[in-house]
C-alpha cells in the first residue's frame, strides 16, 4: 500500500464481519505501529486487545461507553478492541517527574493518538477496519479490564474484518489549513 494512499483511504469503521480476527495478525499490527515516533523515543504506548467475547460485551456496556449508546452498539459487535494505553508521567517530563514543556501531561495525549493512528493505517494496510473511540469511562472499563497501575486508558479501538466500505468526507482545501508567515 502507498502511504498517501492510505492516509487517503482509510474510513472509520463502525461495522464488521462475524470473523475473528487472528492474534498473529494484531500482533503484527502492533509490530508496526510500535514505530510511531515518540517524546523523546519514551515508547510509552501500550494495546491491550480484548478478543473475549464475555470481555467486549462487558466493555460494550454503557457504563464503560460513558452512557454514548451508540459506541456501545458498534464496540459490541467488533471481534476485537484495542485499548490504547500510555505510561503516566513520562511524555513531557524531565527525569525528576517535572514537566518539560508549558505543554506539561498533554504530551502523553498527543503520543497515544500519534501511537492510535500509526495502529489504524496499519490495521488498514493488512485489510481491517478500526474506529478510534474516545467516549468511555475509564474507572468503568478498570472494573472490567485489569489495566496497570501506572497506565492510562487513550482511546478504544474496535478492529475487525469491514462489512463496510464508507465515502470520504468531504475535506477542507489545503488552503483553508495552511498559513505561511
Same mark, same amino acid.
Given at each position: ?20 480476527? +487472528?492474534? /498473529? ?28 467475547? /464475555? ?15 451508540? @459506541? ?6 467488533? +471481534? ?13 517530563f ?8 508549558k ?8 503520543d ?11 490495521a ?7 474506529v ?5 469511562d /475509564? ?11 501506572d ?6 479501538? +474496535?478492529?475487525?474484518?469491514p @462489512? ?18
Amino acid at each position: 500500500m502507498e502511504l498517501v494512499k492510505g492516509i487517503k483511504e482509510r474510513r472509520s469503521i463502525r461495522k464488521f464481519k462475524e470473523q475473528k480476527v +487472528p492474534r /498473529e495478525l494484531i500482533t503484527e499490527i502492533v509490530d508496526t505501529a510500535r514505530y510511531a515516533p515518540s517524546w523523546k523515543n519514551t515508547q510509552t504506548a501500550r494495546y491491550i486487545i480484548i478478543d473475549d467475547a /464475555e470481555k467486549i460485551a462487558e466493555l460494550s456496556s454503557i457504563e464503560c461507553m460513558a452512557n454514548f449508546a451508540y @459506541n456501545s452498539k458498534v464496540a459490541v459487535a467488533a +471481534p476485537a478492541i484495542v485499548l490504547i494505553t500510555y505510561i503516566k508521567g513520562v511524555a513531557g517530563f524531565d527525569s525528576d517527574g517535572t514537566p518539560s514543556t508549558k505543554k506539561g501531561s498533554e504530551w502523553q495525549m498527543f503520543d497515544a493518538g500519534i501511537a492510535a493512528q500509526t495502529f489504524c493505517l496499519a490495521a488498514y494496510e493488512k485489510g481491517l477496519g478500526t474506529v478510534i473511540m474516545g467516549y468511555f469511562d /475509564e474507572d468503568e472499563i478498570k472494573k472490567v479490564i485489569d489495566i496497570p497501575q501506572d497506565q492510562a486508558v487513550a482511546a478504544m479501538i +474496535p478492529i475487525g474484518y469491514p @462489512n463496510i466500505n464508507p465515502q470520504a468526507p468531504v475535506r477542507k482545501e489545503a488552503d483553508e489549513l495552511v498559513t505561511f508567515i
